[in-house]
C-alpha cells in the first residue's frame, strides 16, 4: 500500500501517522487504561475493549492489543462500539 492511501476510505488518520512504540494499549496491562480486560472466556470485556479503543480515539490513534485469551464481548443495554475504526 502506498503511503498516505486511504483503502477503506474512511475519515479518520491512516497507519503510517501511528507512533507504534507509544500508541499500543494491552488491553489486560497498560496502566493507561481504567478497565482492564480478562480474557477469560467467562468475563465480559466489552467495556475494557470499549475503553481501550476510546482512549486510543482520543489519543489521536492508536493500536489496541488483545493478548491470547478468549473474550466475551456480551453487549447489555443500548450503546455501540465506536465508528471510524480499523479493525485487523
Known sequence: MERNTNPYDLPVGWGHKYNFTRNIYNVKTDPRLTVKAIGDGL??????????????????????????????????????????????
Open 43 to 88: 468475563t465480559n470485556d466489552k467495556l475494557a475493549i470499549q475503553t481501550a479503543i476510546s482512549v486510543a480515539k482520543k489519543a489521536g490513534g492508536g493500536v489496541v492489543f488483545l493478548p491470547e485469551g478468549i473474550y466475551k464481548l456480551l453487549h447489555s443495554g443500548w450503546g455501540a462500539w465506536k465508528w471510524e475504526t480499523v479493525w485487523y
